[in-house]
């Protein structure tokens, strides 16, 4: 069976008929699939000495290769089969993996990891031993015809690993204490052998990542599909925090027409946005505020604005819920954008003016300000001064106009270093790779005049929003494929990362982040 190695809007055309009663069976491969090609079974087993983020990153390999390259791959905890047979029974439910009747192609990953070293070091998926990894390549290759490849996680104990990582670390809690942990950990140590680089384990296929994104070693595996994919997003991938913000771009003029793709400017409701997510960027993404709510008062209730407003230690804070009195134009199902009691009022934009200012320290001075109405204030709960560092934060959108102009005006307050080197903060980068998908013959179209036009590729396409490529345009999986050096990029930053791009682009970029397969994808629902 090989239904699955291409998409659903390429069915009629594998089909004979009258022009072509002899059609090709199966099309040239397309990367979004490339792992419907792989020929063997490939068994990653990640290892390495306790409290080093093996199942983060076995985790994230997962979502990494069955996201970007249908890899289908699945996740084994060693944790789960311990005891006198866990090693058989492991091994067992990689045999079901892999001759999975539902899989029309049969499986060919699987990932191995554990969740506490310390208590599975008597098994021998472990892999913490030269003869542990021997047995472990034996086995798979034959009882399951299964390649073995090794990753080892390798962490300098002064990145990460010290007293207090240990002490807040929730194995400490199992353990009873930290001081037990360390003694534990002490004794694991003794008995962990790293994967040898003096010849004698040069018959296995692995990868060694040394302080995480710093350093990769890499032994017989970039010749692979598998191996150099995995080496590259290890190179960047990594277990610290790191906060993404995704936005839509303002309105377009074509959107504003409902047509589809082109580089048409803003709209003046997209200026309008594009205004206000500025506001977002400053006090958010740059000065790391709380809570922030964007809100509109038309005339009518600015006449209510005396009794939901107070003086507050030089600033003009609110006073009640807001629900009943103005929209938020920032806002979702869980309530974020909403005014709530004592979030201070920050900036104002005045009716007719083409900027925001500071809103003024005392009610009063409010009220003039916002006279007749309408008027947009910007409130935030700040953040903590006693907890505040500054963050450095990155700026992405796509080179389309209409994503450039939706961040023009923002802030890019330049920020001194220790070094002597300066960092414009929320730089702005330009990249193509986040640009609309490309419509090809439709560009310029609304969904009515191509439905006109040709009704069976509307047919086609909701029948396979995922593969379905626009005539000489994209599909999904074409920009999930200009997408991977994207995230490659967007794994390896530490700091904060803005991305204003378009709505099949944030979708991809949603699912991915949360883990949510790819084939839901078209029909998230991003807000406006």
């Known amino acids: ?25 199966v099309p040239p491969p397309i990367e979004g699939l490339s792992g419907h090609h792989l020929r063997h079974r490939v068994v990653l087993a990640v290892v390495g000495l306790p409290l080093r983020g093996q199942a983060f990153i076995a985790h994230r390999l997962k979502n990494y290769l069955d996201f970007f390259h249908g890899a289908q791959s699945e996740l084994f905890n060693v944790n789960d089969y311990l005891g006198p047979n866990g090693d058989e029974e492991l091994l067992e439910a990689l045999r079901r993996h892999f001759e999975d009747a539902s899989s029309h192609h049969g499986h060919k990953h699987a990932i191995i990891y554990t969740t506490n070293a310390l208590q599975a070091a008597d098994a021998k998926w472990s892999g913490h031993s030269k003869s542990r990894r021997r047995w472990m390549k034996k086995a798979l290759e034959a009882e399951l015809g299964a390649e073995l490849h090794l990753v080892e996680i390798q962490v300098n104990e002064e990145l990460e690993h010290n007293l207090m990582y240990v002490k807040s670390h929730h194995l400490a809690e199992e353990f009873g204490d930290a001081d037990t942990l360390q003694s534990h950990l002490q004794s694991f140590r003794r008995r962990f052998v790293t994967i040898q680089e003096d010849g004698t384990e040069d018959y296995l296929q692995y990868i060694k990542v040394i302080d995480y994104n ?20 290890l190179g960047n991938v990594h277990p610290y ?38 506001e977002f960027a400053d006090a958010v993404v740059d000065k790391q505020a709380q809570a922030f709510a964007c809100v509109t008062v038309d005339a009518e209730q600015a006449k209510n604005l005396r009794r939901r407003l107070a003086n507050d230690d030089g600033h003009v804070v609110a006073v009640g819920s807001w629900e009943d009195t103005v929209a938020g134009d920032i806002d979702d199902e869980h309530n974020a954008g909403r005014v709530y009691e004592g979030m201070q009022l920050t900036r104002i934009l005045r009716d007719g003016a083409d900027a925001f200012e500071d809103a003024p320290s005392a009610v009063d001075g409010v009220l003039d300000a916002v006279g007749q109405g309408p008027v947009t204030l910007i409130f935030v709960e700040p953040t903590n001064p006693e907890t505040y560092t500054k963050v450095f934060a990155r700026l992405w959108t796509s080179a389309l106009q209409r994503a450039t102009q939706s961040v023009a005006f923002f802030k890019h307050p330049v920020i001194r270093v220790e070094d002597g080197k300066v960092w414009e903060q929320l730089g702005h980068r330009e990249y193509r790779n986040l640009n609309e998908q490309y419509a090809g013959e439709y560009e310029g179209l609304t969904g009515e005049e191509i439905a006109l036009r040709q009704p069976e590729e509307a047919e086609l396409r909701a029948k396979d929003k995922l593969g379905y490529r626009y005539p000489r345009g994209e599909s999904y999986y074409d920009v999930i494929a200009r997408l ?24 991809l970029l949603y699912a991915y982040m949360l883990g949510i397969p790819r084939e839901q994808a078209p029909d998230l629902k991003i807000q406006d």
Do not use: C, W
């Open 1 to 25: 069976e090989v239904e699955d190695a291409y998409v659903k809007s390429q069915v009629h055309l594998l089909k004979p008929s009258s022009h072509n009663p002899k059609p090709t069976m």
């Open 241 to 278: 925090r790191h906060t993404v913000y995704l936005s839509r771009i303002g309105e377009s003029e074509y959107v504003a027409l409902n047509k589809i793709g082109g580089d048409s400017p803003l709209s003046a409701k997209g200026r309008s946005y594009a205004l206000r997510l500025a």
């Open 484 to 507: 991977d050096d994207a995230i490659q990029q967007l794994e390896s930053y530490q700091e904060p990362v803005m991305i204003v791009a378009h709505l099949p682009v944030l979708r």
């Open 214 to 233: 710093k350093k990769v070693v890499t032994n017989d595996m970039m010749q692979t599909f598998l191996g150099s994919r995995v080496a590259r997003f």
